[in-house]
């Protein structure tokens, strides 16, 4: 396939609710578009940069940046590419690996578009229903927490995630457990937010049978996560430390992770979250997908890479509405029965709304290739 042109969107999404983490309160999504043009057709990506560097080092203008002025120009120097030599194209560069996702997406997209095929079968997904988990945020008072927990229940999501911190961990813990019963899926997500003393403190959310506790030290302290796993019964999770096949397997060797989230703009790109997966089925390690409060294009991507079989807990992958009002496509992601259907349509299986989409645009760059 040969690349003739890039274009850069920046597009800009209200918030349903302000979505407060360890690490700040968004309410608003400021999201870079990629839309690639080649002689075989044309394809889309979603690049999952936040608009500061507060959940990794990556960030919104950083990446459209590292895109135009350096990524797209190797690109398309080399002659016909593939969406399974981008990577390979841009592993000079060091780092954003979101910008390489969002880029290698794109181009996958495109290909798999002109050859009819939908990311799922390509990837080698079985499923055609995936669980859907709702990640929910850390509010002001416990009384909002519940209200907004009941919702998602009466909503019908398979699982509960809860943003926690200090202050904000055991006592929301106990008491969201004590209003979904025993039996619901209940996970809690730290974003780094603690450090290697407070493993006594953690073990107190052992007595409320947690599927697992994602990220809760920096994300470069893998000997520290290994020592927590090992000092709680509440399996370790990581997120923000695995940026790689190579973090991954280093991650499960030394023991630090015992389950593993993934997240294709974390990793470089769905070719490389499938590398993990599968690393992850050889060495009986559980995984599930995380969420980047996506539109609908990254979520259906998402859906695809979730149906492959080592998926075995439910994802991040919620229904748009859970985040957005309108959605950027015209069959936004829905829940029901506590499942997302996995979009069938060739490549990543969605189509846009286009019109709703230059409303919302901020700015475009369009790059050709030379
Ligand atoms: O898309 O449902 C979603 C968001 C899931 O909690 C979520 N993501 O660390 O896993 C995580 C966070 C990162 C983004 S928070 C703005
Ligand atoms: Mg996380």
Same mark, same amino acid.
């Given at each position: 396939?040969?690349?003739?042109?890039?274009?850069?969107?920046?597009?800009?999404?209200?918030?349903?609710?302000?979505? *407060?983490?360890?690490?700040?309160?968004?309410?608003?999504?400021?999201?870079?578009?990629?839309?690639?043009?080649?002689?075989?057709? =044309?394809?889309?990506? =979603?690049?999952?940069?936040?608009?500061?560097?507060?959940? @990794?080092?990556?960030?919104?203008? !950083?990446?459209?940046?590292?895109?135009?002025?350096? $990524?797209?120009?190797?690109?398309?120097?080399?002659?016909?590419?593939?969406?399974? #030599?981008?990577?390979?194209?841009?592993?000079?560069? /060091? &780092?954003?690996?979101?910008?390489?996702?969002?880029?290698?997406?794109?181009?996958?997209?495109?290909?798999?578009?002109? !050859?009819?095929?939908?990311?799922? !079968?390509?990837?080698?997904?079985? *499923?055609?229903?995936?669980?859907?988990?709702?990640?929910?945020?850390? $509010?002001?008072?416990?009384? =909002?927490?519940?209200?907004?927990?009941?919702?998602?229940?009466?909503?019908?999501?398979?699982?509960?995630?809860?943003?926690?911190?200090?202050?904000?961990?055991?006592?929301?813990? *106990?008491?969201?457990?004590?209003?979904?019963?025993?039996?619901?899926?209940?996970?809690? #997500? /730290?974003?780094?937010?603690?450090?290697?003393?407070?493993?006594?403190?953690?073990?107190?959310?052992?007595?409320?049978?947690?599927?697992?506790?994602?990220?809760?030290?920096?994300?470069?302290?893998?000997?520290?996560?290994? *020592?927590?796993?090992?000092?709680?019964?509440?399996?370790?999770?990581?997120?923000? @430390?695995?940026? @790689?096949?190579?973090? /991954?397997?280093?991650?499960?060797?030394?023991?630090?992770?015992?389950?593993?989230?993934?997240?294709?703009?974390?990793?470089?790109?769905?070719?490389?979250?499938?590398?993990?997966?599968?690393?992850?089925?050889?060495?009986?390690?559980?995984?599930?997908?995380?969420?980047?409060?996506?539109?609908?294009?990254?979520? !259906?991507?998402?859906?695809?890479?979730?149906?492959?079989?080592?998926?075995?807990?439910? &994802?991040?992958?919620?229904?748009?509405?859970?985040?957005?009002?309108?959605?950027?496509?015209?069959?936004?992601?829905?829940?029901?029965?506590?499942?997302?259907?996995?979009?069938?349509?060739? &490549?990543?299986? $969605?189509?846009?709304?286009?019109?709703?989409?230059?409303?919302?645009?901020?700015?475009?760059?369009?790059?050709?290739?030379?």
């Amino acid at each position: 396939m040969h690349l003739q042109r890039l274009e850069l969107r920046r597009i800009e999404l209200d918030l349903v609710t302000p979505f *407060r983490t360890s690490f700040g309160t968004q309410t608003r999504r400021d999201i870079l578009l990629l839309h690639v043009t080649t002689d075989e057709g =044309e394809g889309w990506g =979603e690049c999952v940069a936040m608009t500061e560097p507060v959940y @990794s080092a990556e960030f919104v203008d !950083a990446a459209a940046l590292v895109i135009a002025e350096h $990524f797209w120009p190797t690109l398309t120097a080399g002659g016909a590419v593939s969406a399974a #030599d981008v990577a390979t194209r841009l592993d000079p560069y /060091a &780092g954003h690996p979101m910008a390489k996702a969002a880029l290698e997406a794109a181009v996958l997209d495109a290909e798999l578009r002109a !050859a009819g095929v939908n990311l799922h !079968a390509y990837l080698g997904g079985r *499923r055609d229903h995936i669980p859907s988990g709702v990640s929910v945020g850390i $509010f002001d008072t416990l009384d =909002e927490l519940l209200g907004q927990v009941q919702g998602y229940v009466d909503d019908g999501y398979a699982r509960i995630k809860l943003k926690i911190e200090p202050g904000w961990d055991v006592e929301p813990v *106990r008491l969201v457990r004590e209003l979904i019963g025993p039996e619901m899926g209940l996970q809690v #997500d /730290a974003n780094t937010a603690y450090g290697r003393t407070d493993a006594d403190h953690l073990r107190r959310l052992d007595d409320y049978d947690l599927l697992l506790i994602e990220q809760p030290l920096p994300e470069e302290d893998i000997l520290g996560h290994a *020592r927590l796993a090992a000092a709680i019964e509440t399996p370790v999770c990581l997120d923000e @430390s695995i940026v @790689s096949l190579q973090t /991954a397997e280093d991650a499960i060797e030394l023991g630090a992770a015992e389950i593993i989230n993934i997240k294709p703009g974390r990793v470089g790109g769905y070719l490389e979250a499938r590398r993990i997966h599968d690393l992850c089925v050889d060495r009986d390690v559980p995984v599930w997908c995380g969420g980047m409060v996506e539109t609908g294009i990254g979520r !259906a991507a998402n859906a695809a890479l979730a149906a492959l079989p080592g998926f075995t807990l439910p &994802g991040d992958i919620s229904a748009a509405s859970r985040f957005y009002h309108r959605d950027i496509v015209t069959e936004p992601i829905t829940v029901h029965d506590g499942e997302v259907a996995v979009p069938e349509g060739p &490549g990543m299986g $969605f189509e846009l709304d286009h019109d709703f989409i230059d409303g919302i645009t901020t700015s475009t760059t369009t790059l050709d290739a030379p």
